[in-house]
């Protein structure tokens, strides 16, 4: 069974860090794309990165610039570093992944669509302060 586990979150003012993680177990992560969705109160639920088992990542164009996503496939884990943060990343911040370890699969989940993705985390409560 696929298991996501998200930590990381926390209250932070605008301009600081937060490195998230989402540790991964029941499956064999490399062979998965991941990724990190947000959704904060009265939203839909929203792409913000996502990287496929290629290694080909994609960013929303708000974190642009200012996120890094990254895979150790070694120890089953995603990251999402997060710099200059803005009151607007203010959100639950969910890991998801979807199989992928073939051509076909990968080209149908489409980066930072949460319907493309089957299996997801709790969340982790991401505040930003101004």
């Known amino acids: 069974q696929v298991q996501l586990v998200e930590s990381g979150g926390d209250s932070v003012m605008a301009g600081g860090s937060l490195r998230l993680s989402c540790a991964a177990s029941?499956?064999?992560?490399?062979?998965?794309?991941v990724g990190w969705f947000r959704q904060a109160p009265g939203k839909e639920r929203e792409g913000v990165a996502t990287?496929?088992?290629?290694?080909?990542?994609t960013y929303a164009d708000s974190v642009k610039g200012r996120f890094t996503i990254s895979r150790d496939n070694a120890k089953n884990s995603l990251f999402l570093q997060m710099n200059r943060l803005k009151p607007e990343d203010t959100a639950m911040y969910y890991c998801?992944?979807?199989?992928?370890?073939?051509?076909?699969?990968?080209?149908?989940?489409?980066?930072?669509?949460?319907?493309?993705?089957?299996?997801w985390g709790q969340g982790t409560q991401v505040t930003v302060s101004s």
């Open positions: 990287i496929d088992s290629l290694g080909t990542t």
């Open positions: 998801a992944a979807a199989f992928c370890a073939t051509v076909a699969q990968r080209l149908r989940v489409t980066p930072l669509r949460a319907p493309a993705f089957s299996y």
């Open positions: 029941g499956y064999t992560y490399s062979t998965y794309c």
